[in-house]
C-alpha cells in the first residue's frame, strides 16, 4: 500500500504524527509536505496529493488542514478523486466502504493525534463493498463528468 500525505501549516503537526504512525506500521508514504508551520495555500498542497492519487501512484491520499474542509472541497473538484473528511472512525470506515473513498481529509483543530490514528486505521484497512455502492458510485461518476461540461 502506498499513500501520499499532505497538510498546511495547521495541519503540519498532525500530519507528522501521521506519517510517523504509518512508516511504524511499515506503510509505504510520500510526504508532499508542507514542513513546517509557515503558512501556505491548503487549495495547492490538495491538488498535489489528489493528482498523485488520481494519476495512480498511490492508493490513497491523506490531507490534513485546520478543517479538513478547505482541502476536501478542493480534493474533491478533481475528477476520480473522492475525498471524505472524516472526524470519526464509523464515517471513516463507511467512507471506504460504501463511496470508496480515495483520499481521507482530516482537521488537526478539530480531532486529536489518537482519534487521527484510529480513522487513518478505520480508512486504510477497509474494502470497498461494491454492489449497490458500486452503482451509486457510478452515478458520481457520471454528475461528476455532466459537472466538467
Ligand atoms: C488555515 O487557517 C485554515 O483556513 C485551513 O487550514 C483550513 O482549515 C481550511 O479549510
Known amino acids: 500500500m502506498k499513500i501520499a500525505l499532505g497538510c498546511d501549516h495547521a495541519g503540519f503537526r498532525l ?14 508514504v510520500y510526504d508532499f509536505g508542507t514542513f513546517d508551520e509557515s503558512p501556505i495555500d491548503y487549495p495547492d498542497i490538495a491538488y498535489t496529493v489528489g493528482k498523485s492519487v488520481q494519476d495512480g501512484k498511490f492508493d490513497f491520499g491523506i490531507i ?32 471506504r466502504e460504501h463511496n470508496d473513498a480515495n483520499v481521507l481529509t482530516m482537521g488537526a483543530r478539530v480531532i486529536g493525534k489518537g482519534l487521527a490514528q484510529d480513522i487513518v486505521d478505520a480508512f486504510i484497512n477497509t474494502s470497498f463493498a461494491g454492489g449497490r455502492h458500486l452503482e451509486r458510485v457510478k452515478k458520481i461518476n457520471i454528475y461528476e463528468e455532466q459537472g466538467h461540461e
Open 15 to 28: 500530519k507528522e504524527t501521521v506519517k510517523e504512525y504509518l512508516q511504524g506500521k511499515n506503510i509505504h
Open 64 to 95: 490534513v488542514c485546520g478543517t479538513g474542509v478547505g482541502v476536501s472541497i478542493t480534493a474533491n473538484k478533481m475528477r476520480g478523486i473522492r475525498a471524505a473528511l472524516c472526524g470519526d472512525t464509523f464515517t471513516a470506515h463507511a467512507a
